[in-house]
């Protein structure tokens, strides 16, 4: 069995953001926490000065220097984009150390545009499972650079923090009382015990994904599901970089798809690296392959639109574009040099009717030398030990989600042995 992400069982959070410019906020937040029963570390990124409101822990001098930078040289040039790159770097750092080195149970804090990205910055650098609570003035809007894969909770500040006043203490309490819930919460989970493979699933391979799953669960493992929106995959590859999992069911890859084609749901070019890099088991399935995603019919690209592409508008908010010979070839090359790179066990099991439900015979993404065009680049580049077997079915017929299952313990239990 792996272990779990690390959660502490002290009682002890981070407070951290501008003391310099929000000093009263600060306070007022700090005695919830203490009053919660918290024991506080306050740290303070605040580039022009600090409080005298409460006992600062870390200053504002230590953090510029751990991101290798001098805080009365930041002070003096007064860049502020500078400033937030420098402060968010060494709060990262600090925040990552003291975890490292005592445990922390939580992290708080709050601020505008800047000062939500020092506080998330740090946020980030914590492990899932780790309580994080950002009160911010942003919350409402698009919050994805400042979460990114980690398990943010974003508290919108309804007011600006600015001065305190009814509104705002009332969202601080809370955001407060929040972060003691959670962390209660966290001291009294139990532990999982059962090993835990991590599977990719898209609403075109629910059926199979929902049924490796029950099989999976049957033979003692616990699945967790991530959806190939970018953002899924993204958390799945972290997970196995930490050795957070015990074996990846990658049924869905389209992310590729995505990351080739310019669509909204790339995981980035480092998506397949990471169980490879870690040796942890891994079978690949070239599910969804066939798609690439973009937002509204009208927001498809003029090049695909000119060129007569294929589109399927999914739902008002989703449209899909079936992918072609040349770009099933390319991710073919492609998938073969991620997998000749891999440590651990790694295979490819591959449906030969059809890569989603769409892909399935005489549905709408129906193109069978498309598909081919994949396997046949896959299986050329490949290193020849790589096993590749081929289904004769869909990837959502049963008898698929069965194969796929067998192979995955398969390579589980193959790293057991080795």
């Given amino acids: 069995m792996v272990s779990q992400p690390v959660t502490d069982t002290s009682r002890t959070v981070i407070l951290l953001g501008t003391f310099d410019s929000k000093g009263p906020e600060y306070a007022y937040l700090r005695q919830q926490l203490i009053d919660g029963g918290c024991d506080v570390i306050a740290v303070n990124v605040g580039i ?9 822990d870390i200053e504002a001098d230590q953090i510029a220097r751990a991101a290798g930078a001098d805080l ?3 002070a003096t040039h007064r860049d502020r984009g500078l400033g937030i790159r420098i402060m968010s770097a060494g709060a990262a750092a600090v925040v990552s150390e003291l975890h490292e080195s005592r445990g922390i149970a939580g992290i708080i804090g709050t601020g505008g545009s800047g000062g939500t990205g020092i506080v998330t910055a740090a946020m980030r650098s ?12 942003v919350a409402s809007g698009n919050v994805a650079p400042y979460v990114g894969i980690k398990d943010i909770v974003m508290v919108p500040s309804i ?7 009814a509104i705002l203490k009332g969202v601080l309490s809370r955001a407060a009382g929040a972060l003691c819930g959670m962390i209660n919460a966290a001291r009294t989970q139990p532990q999982g015990d059962r090993p835990l493979i991590a599977a990719s699933m898209f609403g075109n391979t629910t059926s199979c994904v929902d049924r490796c799953r029950v099989l999976l669960d049957e033979h003692g493992f616990e699945t ?9 995959g993204r958390v799945l590859e972290s997970l196995a970089d930490q050795n957070l999992v015990d074996g990846v069911l990658d049924i869905t890859t389209t992310e590729w798809a995505d990351e080739l084609c310019g669509g909204i749901y790339t995981a980035g070019p480092e998506r397949l690296d990471a169980p490879g890099r ?11 392959l066939d798609m690439c995603n973009f937002g509204p019919l009208g927001t498809v690209p003029d090049i695909y639109r000119s060129a007569g592409r294929q589109l399927y508008e999914w739902s008002p908010e989703v449209t ?15 998938f073969a040099r991620k997998v000749n790179e891999a440590r651990g066990p790694v295979a490819v099991l591959i449906p030969l009717r059809g890569f989603s439900m769409l892909d399935g015979d005489g549905e709408k993404f129906c193109d069978r030398d498309a598909d081919r065009a994949f396997i046949v680049a896959l299986k050329q580049n490949l290193k020849p030990q790589i096993d590749v077997v081929e289904v004769d ?12 299952v067998e192979m995955m313990l398969s390579l589980v239990r193959s790293r057991t042995r080795s």
């Fill in 320 to 334: 899909l574009m079936r992918t072609t010979s040349d770009e099933n070839r390319r991710m073919g090359e492609i």
């Fill in 278 to 288: 870690r040796g942890i088991p891994h079978l690949i399935v070239p599910g969804c």
């Fill in 126 to 137: 914590l492990p899932i499972g780790v309580p994080k609570v950002c009160v911010s003035t």
């Fill in 72 to 74: 009365v040289s930041l």
């Fill in 48 to 56: 022009l000065g600090t409080t005298d409101l409460f006992s600062v």
């Fill in 393 to 404: 079915c869909n990837i959502n017929d049963p008898m698929f989600a069965d194969q796929a």
């Fill in 159 to 165: 007011v600006d923090v600015s001065g305190l006043n």
């Fill in 224 to 232: 967790l599901v991530f959806h190939a929106t970018g953002t899924g």
